[in-house]
């Protein structure tokens, strides 16, 4: 195992990835509340979400600390940071989406709010698969691909869920054009969400290559 060093980081790691995860599982839950009316409930996820994030930053940089303090893995150090920053930013952008929710209050048309719901599923199962493939570069190298694999596919189904709902409100004429602006920005910052996973796991293709060749 790359972090058979110290079990501790390993399992500090783990925790972080865990954070992650939490968050687009969080975003998923608050935008569904969202589009619900439940403002209660979306409040307790915007809560959640922020606690999250601001514990994978402090798991981050513990983590960062810890690596370089006390030389562990040199040879993969470099690709380690990256990755933890990279994934980092996914949780970033999934905090930042829900807090814009929070903030713009966006009026989602009632024939629109499924295709949400179903672009923010798919994005977040591009996540969810992303920290799979994160993990198993730490424990079991040889799921990485699978994993890395299934990412991608629903980056690309998010992509095209995107694509199909930003052309049918443009083609929407109950709308204004700033009607129809400002909801497409939200759907695209929910399919980005799926990008981020997708650079996580160009980044983790490429440390994958150089550690074992």
Do not use: W
């Not at 996914?90 to 905090?95: H, I, M, W």
């Amino acid at each position: 195992m790359l972090l058979k060093k110290t079990k501790k980081l390993e399992v500090q790691i783990d925790e972080f990835l865990d954070k992650v995860l939490n968050g687009g599982l969080f975003l998923k839950q608050g935008i569904k509340y969202y589009l619900n009316n439940q403002p209660e409930h979306f409040e307790d996820s915007l809560k959640n979400i922020d606690k999250t994030e601001n514990d994978g930053d402090t798991l981050r940089r513990t983590i960062e600390t810890k690596l370089y303090m006390h030389t562990l893995i040199p040879e993969q150090r470099g690709d380690v940071l990256g990755l933890l920053e990279s994934t980092d930013k996914v949780l970033n952008s999934c905090k930042a989406v829900l807090f814009q929710f929070a903030v713009e209050r966006p009026e989602i048309p009632v024939e629109y709010k499924q295709d949400y719901t179903d672009l923010a599923d798919t994005s977040i199962s591009a996540v969810e698969c992303m920290i799979s493939a994160v993990r198993a570069y730490f424990s079991e190298f040889q799921m990485v691909r699978d994993n890395i694999n299934k990412a991608l596919f629903f980056e690309k189904e998010s992509d095209k869920l995107a694509d199909k709902l930003k052309r049918s409100i443009f083609a929407n004429n109950k709308l204004d054009l700033s009607a129809k602006m400002h909801i497409r920005y939200f759907v695209y910052h929910i399919d980005q969400i799926a990008d981020s996973a997708e650079d996580v796991c160009d980044r983790l293709s490429i440390a994958v290559i150089k550690r074992y060749g």
